[in-house]
């Protein structure tokens, strides 16, 4: 089985500053994705961003990049130029990799992060 | 785009009363999932569907039943509705297909308190 374990339940950044998100995880798998959500206030969660365990580049997009440390089994998310749309709850995901049907995820326990003006 | 749709929102429940949670994606998924979200515990796997009239129990089942009779609807059941399922309850859908990155779509969530 997998954990995945965000151990920041809460943070703060003043608006257009950059912040980091911790998430750690634990998976005998060798092959596998890994993904940040995002959940805006009493809206909808959202993907953020995406990262495929095979490959070493780590992914960006836009003002949010990832730190993917395999080895060390660590995936945190960097978000630069902080908007006050980026207040939301902010969820690490682990997917096995797999061929068959179920592409499941195990979810951390959330960052709620806060922007402020 | 892809659209998850829960068809309510917010719900007010009696305990033992049996609750019925609907979710309708439109986008021909295969996969369809439904997950509770609890603070601090972040999603939680109940039930997952990966084909018409298939399930599979996730990590948290009990007192919880599916049903998947069309393929793109699947609904989450509660039996005898206790006050420890007061929660937000998230649908999501995505196809088995590798070509798309294997991405999730999530439905608005339901939230359900059981009085």
């Known amino acids: 089985a997998q954990t995945v374990t965000q151990s920041q339940p809460e943070m703060s950044v003043q608006e257009a500053e950059t912040v980091t998100l911790s998430c750690t995880y634990d998976?005998?798998?060798?092959?596998?994705?890994l993904f940040w959500y995002k959940q805006p206030p009493s809206r909808q969660m959202i993907l953020v961003i995406r990262?495929?365990?095979?490959?070493?580049q780590n992914a960006t997009e836009n003002r949010f990049s990832v730190n993917f440390q395999k080895a060390a089994k660590s995936f945190s998310l960097k978000i630069s130029d902080s908007q006050l749309g980026d207040t939301a709850m902010y969820f690490c995901a682990f997917m096995k990799r797999d061929n068959n049907a179920g592409n499941m995820l195990t979810f951390g326990g959330g960052t709620r992060l806060m922007v402020k003006p | 785009d892809v659209k998850v749709t829960q068809s309510s929102r917010y719900l007010v429940k009696r305990t033992g009363e049996k609750v019925f949670l609907e979710c309708v994606q439109d986008m021909d998924h295969e996969n369809m999932f439904w997950y509770r979200q609890d603070p601090g515990l972040g999603l939680r796997l109940i039930y997952f569907s990966y084909d018409v009239k298939m399930k599979e129990k996730g990590d948290i089942p009990e007192g919880y039943s599916v049903s998947r009779e069309k393929k793109e609807r699947f609904s989450l059941i509660l039996e005898s509705a206790s006050t420890n399922q007061t929660s937000m309850y998230l649908c999501?859908?995505?196809?088995?297909?590798?070509?798309?990155?294997?991405?999730?779509?999530f439905g608005e969530g339901s939230w359900l308190t059981v009085v």
């Open positions: 990262q495929e365990a095979y490959k070493q």
């Open positions: 999501a859908s995505s196809t088995k297909h590798r070509g798309s990155g294997n991405t999730i779509y």
């Open positions: 998976t005998s798998e060798s092959n596998y994705y």
